[in-house]
Every structure is written in structure tokens, then in C-alpha cells.
């Protein structure tokens, strides 16, 4: 089965100081992994998305992840935090070797950039 | 150019009746996908439409729900006979191809709120 955890619910930080929103996935064999921010009353922008290669994926607005095959994570990384940057975050996984591309999600963590 | 849109934004309605809510995907993506996000149970697959393909209907949660995507494009979700706990956000999602490895854009959802 697979499945995605986000251990924060929250996570506060001040603009300009670096931020880390994490995720942990479990599924068999090797995972495709992505992740999507949510503003208030709007859709899932994705962001990035790893699937081969460098362990180190940039993305959209600033951002980055960093895929650890021996801890099973993918943690969000940004260096210096903007307010704009205030938003749900989601975690996902999709099932490698499966031409069903439906996403697991996790249950998302709140970003709060404080000025 | 465009993306995903779906209709309407809001649905308010009382319990009991039925209910349509309409996606409208990216044009030449063949995959479709349907999600439901509310409080306490995170974002949850409902079903998977892919070319010409039977849908995937894995997520549905009850028979009260189904889906239907006309000359592969446009998809329907119906609600029958809504309960309070159907309240949610309903997201719409298409790719290009289906595959684990594609990136699903969203729309920006249907708030549906069962009275």
C-alpha cells in the first residue's frame, strides 16, 4: 500500500529565515513523489516533482525538495521564507510501474510566515 | 492557455436532493481524476477516467456517487440523494497521458454544502 505522512500540522517561521515542511512516504518499491501548495479558496498549484535522477529536485517560487531514499523522505525546502509563501502544502506519492496515475496524499501542513 | 476549470465554485443544497458538479479539463489531456478534500479525512481519490478506458470508480464512496466524461472530455460527478457528510471540496484533475509519472494540474474546486 502506499501512503504519505506529514508529521507537522504547522509550521511557523519568520520571512527571511529558512523553512522545511516534511514528508515521509511508504510504498513498494521506488516512489514517484510530488508536491502541490494550496491558497485559501483555491486548486492544487503544483510545485515539484521527483521521479529519477538527482536526489535534489528545483521547482516553482524558490522552492526544492531533497529525496532520501534511506529515510523514505522528501522534505520542502525553501532558504529565506516570503509571507507570500503562507499556504497548506501537500505532500504525494504515485505508484511506480502502475499506468494508474492517481496521487496519495498526505494531510497536508499549514505554512505560516510571520513578517 | 487554459486550465482546468470546473463548475460551479459554490453548491449550496439540502439534504436529500441531487447535485451535479461539472469538470471541464485541459485540452488534449486524456486522463481525468476526481478528489474530495474535507476536514478530518484529508484529500481522497474518487475516480479515474484515461482515454477510452472503463473508469477506475475505486474511490467512490457509496452508490449515491458516479461519474461520467463525455467524448473525453468534459466529466459530470452526480450526487444522489447528498447527505451532510457529503459537504466538501470536490477537485477536478487532468494530465496528459495517466501515467504515474504525470503531473496532474488542478482546477479550483467545488465547495458543495449539504444543509
Known amino acids: 500500500a502506499q501512503s504519505v505522512a506529514q508529521p507537522e500540522d504547522q509550521v511557523n517561521v519568520a520571512e527571511g529565515n529558512p523553512l522545511t515542511v516534511k514528508c515521509t512516504y511508504s510504498?513498494?518499491?521506488?516512489?514517484?513523489l510530488f508536491w502541490y501548495v494550496q491558497y485559501p479558496n483555491r486548486g492544487l498549484q503544483f510545485l515539484l516533482k521527483?521521479?529519477?535522477?538527482?536526489?535534489l529536485v528545483k521547482g516553482s517560487y524558490g522552492f526544492e525538495a531533497e529525496f532520501n531514499k534511506s529515510q523514505t523522505s522528501f522534505h520542502l525546502k525553501k532558504p529565506s521564507a516570503l509571507v507570500s509563501d503562507s499556504a497548506l502544502y501537500f505532500c504525494?506519492?504515485?505508484?511506480?510501474?502502475?499506468?494508474?496515475?492517481?496521487?496519495?496524499f498526505g494531510r497536508g501542513t499549514q505554512l505560516t510566515v510571520w513578517p | 492557455g487554459a486550465g482546468v476549470s470546473q463548475s460551479p465554485s459554490n453548491k449550496v443544497t439540502e439534504k436529500g436532493k441531487d447535485v451535479e458538479l461539472r469538470c471541464d479539463p485541459i485540452?488534449?489531456?486524456?486522463?481525468l481524476y476526481w478528489y474530495r478534500q474535507s476536514l478530518g479525512q484529508g484529500l481522497e481519490f474518487l475516480i479515474y477516467?484515461?482515454?477510452?478506458?472503463?473508469?477506475?470508480k475505486s474511490g467512490l464512496p457509496s452508490d449515491r456517487f458516479s461519474a461520467e466524461r463525455t467524448g473525453g472530455s468534459v466529466s459530470t460527478l452526480t450526487i444522489q440523494r447528498t447527505q451532510q457528510e457529503d459537504s466538501a471540496v470536490y477537485l477536478c484533475?487532468?494530465?496528459?497521458?495517466?501515467?504515474?509519472?504525470?503531473?496532474?494540474?488542478f482546477g479550483p474546486g467545488t465547495r458543495l454544502t449539504v444543509l
Open positions: 521527483y521521479i529519477t535522477g538527482d536526489n
Open positions: 504525494a506519492v504515485s505508484r511506480r510501474g502502475s499506468t494508474l496515475g492517481r496521487l496519495y
Open positions: 477516467f484515461q482515454g477510452n478506458s472503463a473508469p477506475d
Open positions: 485540452s488534449g489531456h486524456t486522463a
Open positions: 510504498v513498494s518499491g521506488n516512489p514517484y
Open positions: 484533475a487532468s494530465d496528459e497521458a495517466g501515467y504515474s509519472t504525470d503531473t496532474q494540474y
